[in-house]
Nanobody, 118 residues
């Protein structure tokens, strides 16, 4: 089992920056990759950024060049640095951990609201 707690959301003006944090606890050593998703009302969760254990990262086209996913292993924390924010980045952001053993297990945080005013 993995527990995830996000923080760092809030209200920011367009063009501003926020850094989201996701602290993991539990079976952290078993995590294969970490991801950030976001969701707006009435829509499915959208994959924003992925951090694989080998250090490789992937981003949605909509955030490339503006968002950066990173980690601090000593703190069991994954970050999402969001720069040049746009109104369309407004969403609830969720941290996700994937463990692959006999199957795939997904763990989710509670989400943190990001609101970008235009």
């Amino acid at each position: 089992q993995v527990q995830l707690v996000e923080s760092g959301g809030g209200l920011v003006q367009a063009g501003g920056s926020l850094r989201l944090s996701c602290v993991a606890s539990g079976s952290v050593a078993s995590i294969n990759l970490m991801r950030w998703y976001r969701q707006t009302p009435g829509n499915q969760r959208e994959l924003v950024a992925t951090l694989i254990n080998d250090g490789n990262t992937e981003y949605a086209d909509s955030v490339k060049g503006r968002f950066t996913i990173s980690r601090d292993n000593a703190k069991n924390t994954v970050y999402l640095q969001m720069n040049s924010l746009k109104a369309e980045d407004t969403a609830v952001y969720y941290c996700n951990a994937l463990i692959i053993r006999s199957g795939a297990e997904n763990f989710w945080g509670q989400g943190t609201q990001v609101t970008v005013s235009s």
